[in-house]
């Protein structure tokens, strides 16, 4: 198995007895460096490795877990025409949506846009929307997409023809790029810090694996939200999908005129699920770098059982996928199916009961999650079970939200041979996919004015694994994987 399908951190050896150096017989000259002394060399590099993960093991040991801290309820102060709430998403290859909210209900739902400051030279009209939950009444939520973009490109734009100018870059059409993750947002102290971190750093696009604004049916923090995000969200496009506390779901027994399920959260954050051929904006899935990555998006609360409509539809987008032009699947999901913390246990079983062997018959490569509010990362797994032809699993639900962290991981959980790392801290990850065959992951904690990498690891695309190629034309052709074991 290739070193960087397995390799976290480098570990020390155990150091090298050199004891009878001192009495060998040199050697000739000639026969170029003496054994003692590359046992030497080689016993101080042991000794040198060993003090480095010493020194590590105690900085670990007094780093202080973070408290939680206070939520930051974001205003705005500008005219009721003007755009607040902005934030962009990816559709398709060259277009980005662009969408914001205004109070001033005529406001036009119109972006100018160009290449230079101030010189708008396209415009593009879009649509509408607001929505009631019970008192509560929002304002007008503008959608408009734009393009076609160059790739790569900035481009200059402002919403509803009045307010302050924007900029945003498109992603590249072309590997390598950049995919920043932080999972379980919430709009905090360690929030910000989390997206200040992450933004230091450039990147092409920030993927979110659900619980965005934890509004958890305060209409009012959905605003605040948006406001919140919006410096970050409206430079680079933003990919979410949901989590429970975007479901927002009115009280039983049903009150007459109730909200549906996910009424802000569709409102607000609409996906390109159409483009995909998804019915439902809770799942949908795009390409990245010109198709080289494809990004599944799965819904924990949609139906996904076999025979539901999620499920066919994901059955389908998977088998759209041809590997030899697309080395690379990754997918987000909220729930996670691999977890070693008490919280939230077994939440996402019957999920990887009714999905996994889809995504492991098309070798996906990573899949990330987020609910837990902690960071997670197993080894490649697939049923329970250690498999090399399986994805890496990494939760990280540790964005800053307002409910703190998840301290409580289980050291006998009979899945704790699989968790490579695992640590309560704040962060946020990086997956940069370098080429066809090789990607980067850092996940890099919050460590007050500094964001400090405690865990990287370098991936083997599956689709670049001749044995897990093989193995996966095998269980196209109807075998079963626990006959090639």
């Not at 962009?88 to 100018?112: C, F, I, L, Q, Y």
């Amino acid at each position: 198995m290739p070193i960087w399908m397995v390799h976290a951190r480098t570990t020390a050896r155990s150091a090298i007895d050199v004891s009878g150096c001192a009495a060998a017989r040199p050697l000739p000259e000639k026969m170029g460096t003496p054994r003692c002394v590359l046992l030497a060399a080689r016993a101080l590099v042991g000794a040198a490795l060993l003090a480095a993960a010493a020194a590590a093991a105690a900085e670990e040991e007094e780093y202080v877990r973070p408290p939680s801290r206070r939520i930051i309820l974001t205003e705005h102060a500008e005219p009721a025409a003007h755009p607040q709430q902005v934030h962009v998403s990816a559709v398709g290859a060259k277009h980005m949506r662009v969408s914001w909210v205004t109070d001033d209900k005529r406001a036009p739902s119109v972006v100018e846009y160009g290449r230079a400051s101030r010189n708008y030279t396209a415009t593009a009209t879009g649509d509408h929307t607001s929505y009631r939950y019970f008192l509560y009444s929002s304002g007008k939520i503008h959608h408009v997409k734009i393009g076609p973009l160059e790739p790569g490109a900035v481009y200059y734009y402002r919403c509803g023809m009045a307010g302050e100018e924007f900029s945003l870059r498109t992603p590249p059409a072309a590997l390598p790029i950049e995919l920043a993750l932080v999972g379980d947002l919430g709009q905090t102290e360690w929030t910000a810090s989390t997206l200040a971190h992450a933004g230091k750093t450039d990147y092409d696009m920030l993927l979110v694996p659900g619980d965005l604004a934890y509004a958890d049916a305060q209409q009012p923090l959905w605003d605040s939200f948006g406001r919140f995000v919006q410096r970050h969200a409206s430079r680079r496009p933003w990919m979410v999908t949901q989590g429970n506390h975007e479901v927002e779901a009115a009280p039983l027994p049903p009150v007459p005129g109730a909200p549906p399920p996910f009424a802000a959260y569709g409102a607000r954050w609409p996906a390109p699920h159409a483009e995909s051929g998804s019915p439902s904006n809770l799942y949908y899935s795009f390409d990245a770098a010109g198709g080289a990555v494809h990004v599944v998006m799965l819904g924990s609360y949609a139906p996904f059982g076999a025979g539901s409509d999620q499920h066919r539809w994901l059955a389908r987008d998977l088998a759209g996928v041809d590997r030899r032009a697309t080395p690379w699947v990754v997918a987000l999901l909220h729930a996670p199916w691999y977890n070693t913390n008490a919280a939230h246990q077994g939440e996402g079983e019957a999920m990887r009961g009714a999905m996994e062997r889809l995504l492991f018959d098309a070798r996906v490569d990573v899949i990330f999650a987020g609910h837990v509010h902690a960071y997670e990362r197993f080894a490649r797994v697939y049923n329970n079970e250690a498999n090399p032809c399986g994805p890496v699993y990494i939760t990280i639900g540790d964005g800053g939200n307002r409910e703190g962290l998840a301290f409580d991981f289980e050291k006998n959980h009979k899945l704790a041979p699989l968790s490579v790392t695992r640590e309560a801290s704040f962060g946020h990850g990086r997956l940069r996919v370098v080429n066809a065959t090789t990607a980067h992951w850092a996940w890099h904690r919050n460590d007050d004015a500094d964001s400090v990498v405690r865990d990287e690891l370098w991936l083997e695309s599956l689709a670049a694994n001749s044995a897990c190629r093989q193995q996966g034309d095998h269980a196209a052709a109807g075998g079963s994987w626990n006959d090639e074991l």
